[in-house]
């Protein structure tokens, strides 16, 4: 039997999606500018429809890519040209919510928030909120290790992530970790975490569940430059005090949150919002200090959320910038560049410097505890060559941010979007070990192909994998 | 036994190219992972030890793999920050390398986590002499295949470290502790049980067998206090509160407890498994992180109870057969025979 006649074996015709309109929605996801026609899309509903998919694309050599609803930033989820997509939005359901253990036994469809939602009655949360949380599913969170605006404090989705189950590319299903916060052995789901589907798809996935803390205090501080903004930031730090979130607009941005969902931000250069986060007399003590280091920033407007109401009005603001920003013009890139925290000013400087000299204009919005910036480059892809120019700022962006030793990316993962920057952060050595990993878990290279390392073509047979690379490194 | 003492990079190398077998050691404070076994070269990595980058107001460090904790625990605390995931056994020499190999976390790991949550990068040279670095030096990445956070519990399989990376925190301005003794260890459960859930904030929540909870709070000394007796209330009991604690939990934090016992294991704990393990034969104990981490001092017939009873733990010191169960082979294997190809580190 030939591979779709045995994926008709395996999925009823209104699951298994083979015809040219049904396929279009699933070529691309939120990098826009990326789309590849797959061959078919199938929807499991049950982790042994995977298991039995991966299965059968290992036995045809047909390369597939897990995908939940789509939104990764880098391309993470663009199909391969003519392979199978497993869309798993329908394997949604939390299986277990256990409050007492303090974990939750999700499917890889859920949707990050739906986790806290559920929690909720309990007094618990799940911590990692990307700002895709009402959308994105835990799958794809666990693929690209996805953040948020509590890094600092709280870690990553790697962080939360206890256990997995996994179905390797060779169609082996594997358990990795256990229900308790401590584990024996090497750290395998933690290495899972972030390798972008490149080594398997998580079939069920055990979250720890942290209690919702009780008390909240939100600030937002006004400054006549983005560099007082960020010097404000490395004060907060140096009073020792542990923020849950600092994050950072810049002009455009707030004029563009305002003009979205009329925030009542004050129209400056850049603001700045503080949110210490606790138990009520902690969360007292903190915000005296708090107030006394604002005090001395040179804020020139500070205002503290009295109600919860306030606070979600600082939040609001903040939360809707993305697509605020995209009001302001036809097309934007999102990057998601890290730099050590103490540089963030002089990084803000050159991108400055960056979108004059490219004649584009760049909001800035950032988690301004973890350094994470969030440049968005905006262009209008009806006119020629701006989207080649824009690209190559956003580039310019990356080498800066690797160059002041950051990262390439935060939250957003690599994809096929930055894998061309690889070499500028890690060395040759470095990227033919993810090589020879990925070989070894995959030896027909195909768990979500032609992402994350640069070496990796589109067939893994190409001119034998290794040579390519000894020659492109040479 | 040979043994040998690389001082540099290129020394380990050169340490690994040229010995079929190697067993790492760091400060021998976990002689069991340490000790060479028969055909084994004693890889001694003391010598490499020192913090090579510390940014206070970064919260990040990175350090030689072989730098003793008491020696970057002090540098650490000159500027009021701490490694919150606690790690045992720093008294009695162990070092950042070893602590990852090992996967090892303390009493405090309760409040932000455990090693696995402040690991940011590694440099190692794995089984070809090779050089390879994963994650970075900043607390925020997503960028490549997570190298780092597979050394952590790798007991050495996958290659020598040789610098790590790690997020600090700044240290607790005060710290109270609260010991409750309830009726029975059913009670004592259900109160830790409560505990867990509630947004408290605690440093450590410690279970002593049979009923004993050890709760230690940090932060302001002006709103401990209140969150002493707030404590105490939702316990209904007085309790003892130690204001003097530091003294006490770097003697828990040392496994004192474990001292005269001849086995010493980790055991990954929950809830719901503590009364099945207080069944067995264990010898002086005590649940960390809300019950989530055991380390117990054991008899040859313990460690065996242990085993028979499908229980997941590692053992520290006092038994040759460290890890228990091994890791899955289908995952596992392919990532070991893709860094250690000639099988020169431990584990598989």
Known sequence: MGFLEELRALFPPGRLLTKEAELAPYESDALTAYRKRPLAVVLPERKEEVVEAVRLCYRHGVPFVARGSGTSLSGGSLPVEGGLVLALNRMNRILRLDPKARIAVVEPGVVNLEVSRRAAPFGLYYAPDPSSQPISTLGGNVAFNSGGAHCLKYGMTANHVLALEVVTPKGEVVHLGGPSLEGVGPDLHGFFVGTEGLLGVALEITLRLLPKPEAYHTLLAAYGSLEAAGNAVSQVIQSGLLPGAMEIMDRLSIEAAEAAVKAGYPQVEALLIVELEGPKEEVEEEAKLLAQVIGESGATEVRIAQSEAERQAIWKGRKAAFSAVGRLSPDYLVQDGVVPRSRLGEALREIGRLSQAYGLRVANVFHAGDGNLHPLVLYDGKKLGELERAEELAGEILKLCVRLGGSLTGEHGIGVEKKGYMPEMFAPEDLLAMERVKEALDPKGLANRGKVLPGYGQSPHQGGLKTDLGELYA | ?348
Request: no cysteine; charged share 25%.
């Open chain 2, 1 to 348: 036994m040979p043994e040998i003492f690389p001082s540099s990079l290129e020394e380990v190398r050169e340490a690994v190219r040229t010995h079929p077998r190697l067993r790492p050691k760091g400060g021998g404070s976990k002689p069991a992972l340490s000790s060479p076994q028969e055909g084994e070269t004693l890889l001694n990595l003391s010598g490499l030890r020192g913090i090579l980058e510390y940014a206070p107001e970064e919260f990040v460090f990175t350090a030689y793999a072989g730098t003793p904790l008491k020696e970057l625990e002090e540098t650490l605390r000159a500027h009021g920050q701490y490694l919150p995931f606690h790690p045992p056994l720093v008294e009695q020499g162990a070092t950042l390398g070893g602590t990852v190999a090992a996967g090892l976390s303390g009493p405090m790991r309760e409040r932000f986590g455990g090693l696995r949550d402040f690991i940011l990068g590694v440099r190692f040279v794995d089984g070809e002499g090779r050089v390879v670095r994963g994650g970075g030096k900043v607390v925020k990445n997503a960028a490549g295949f997570p190298f780092h956070r597979l050394m952590v519990g790798s007991l050495g399989a996958f290659g020598v470290m040789v610098e790590l990376s790690f997020k600090v925190f700044p240290y607790p301005r005060a710290t109270r502790t609260l010991r409750v003794g309830l009726a029975h260890t059913a009670e004592a459960l259900a109160v830790l049980q409560d505990l867990r859930t509630l947004p408290l904030d605690l440093l450590a929540l410690d279970l002593v067998p049979p009923a004993t909870l050890e709760i230690r709070l940090g932060g302001f000394p002006e709103s401990l206090e209140k969150r002493v007796q707030r404590l105490q209330s939702l316990l209904q009991r007085e309790g003892e509160v130690l204001r003097e604690d530091e003294a006490h939990w770097e003697g828990v934090r040392n496994l004192a407890f474990l001292e005269g016992s001849p086995i010493w294991v980790k055991v990954p704990s929950r809830l719901d498994l503590i009364p099945h393990l207080e069944s067995l034969p264990l010898g002086p104990r005590r649940y960390l992180a809300g019950g989530d981490l055991l380390y117990a001092g054991l008899e040859p017939h313990g460690l065996k109870a242990l085993r028979d009873g499908g229980i997941p733990h590692l053992v520290l010191r006092g038994a040759q057969e460290v890890l228990f169960p091994s890791p899955p082979e289908a995952f596992f294997a392919p990532i070991k025979r893709a860094l250690d190809p000639k099988g020169r580190f431990p584990l598989g």
